[in-house]
């Protein structure tokens, strides 16, 4: 369970398998091996895995609390430096695919392949003061409160307050991409959205593949916010980015 430094970050991450480094991009509210429980057996097969925890998340460590996506994003451009990763597939979910989407833009010489699940890359804070601390303490949501607690303790150092203060404030505000930029996107990208995604959904994720020259969309069948995870349409999802991965390696 290796952690490297990272800025001013010691960065968590776990890696396993072999082959082209593939880069796995956590949601909000969760972290690298969490979020993709259901994609480690089948991508370390045929790929080297990389589930890095964010800065503020998981067990990375930071002296400050304090995070954006744009940051997020720079962090595992760094990252990839620091273990000499010159190019990688990046697979990001909700927050993590806004990353990707950022690293895509800004540092498109990363950028291999990405495949996003769960986001329009438009902001949208639909649904975020259900994610303030105030109200999770005003409705008694003590399971949740437990929950981040717990799973971001190295990061936030108890103060879940803090961890959720922020990443509210993140939603509230990234994606900040024009329609400009995301049009400047060169690598092969494939977006995913389950049906019943209440943040994307069908019409949405196609609304973005329509100004990434070259891109495709998915939309999962029954699928929520996390169509890949257990219990929802993981095999069909690993599928289909397997698929797409395996048809545009990285080029030498």
């Known amino acids: 369970m290796p952690y490297i430094r990272v800025n001013d970050l010691d960065m968590f991450y ?25 994609q480690m057996l089948d991508f370390q097969k045929q ?8 800065r503020g998340h998981g067990r990375t460590k930071c002296e400050s609390l304090e995070w954006s996506t744009p940051q997020l994003a720079d ?12 190019k990688a597939h990046l697979i990001g979910y909700s927050l993590g695919a806004n990353v990707g989407l ?32 105030e109200w999770l303490m005003a409705k008694g949501k003590q399971q949740t ?6 799973r971001h303790e190295e990061a936030h150092r108890g103060n879940w307050q803090e961890f959720m203060r922020q990443s509210a404030k993140d939603w509230r505000l990234y994606p900040q991409l024009s329609t400009e930029q995301l049009s400047s996107i060169q690598c092969p990208a494939l977006f995913i959205t389950g049906e019943h995604d209440p943040f994307v959904g069908e019409e949405r994720v196609q609304k973005l593949s329509s100004y990434v020259e070259g891109s495709s969309y998915m939309m999962v069948p029954g699928g929520s916010h996390r169509p890949h ?24």
Request: proline share 7%; charged share 20%; aromatic share 14%.
């Open 102 to 133: 950022y690293m895509a833009v800004f540092s498109p010489d990363k950028a291999a392949t990405l495949s996003t699940i769960g986001t329009s890359g438009f902001c949208d804070p639909t649904g975020v003061e259900q994610f303030e601390p």
């Open 145 to 150: 409160i437990d929950q981040m607690t717990e």
């Open 75 to 86: 962090d595992v451009v760094t990252f990839m430096n620091r273990l000499n990763i010159d």
């Open 14 to 38: 776990e890696k396993m398998g072999s082959g082209e480094p593939v880069i796995f991009l956590h949601s909000g509210y969760s972290r690298g091996i969490l979020a993709f429980a259901s």
């Open 229 to 252: 995870m257990a219990r929802e349409y993981p095999v069909q999802v690993n599928d289909a980015m397997l698929d797409f991965i395996a048809s545009n390696p990285i080029q030498r």
């Open 47 to 54: 790929y080297t895995c990389y589930f890095p925890d964010f």
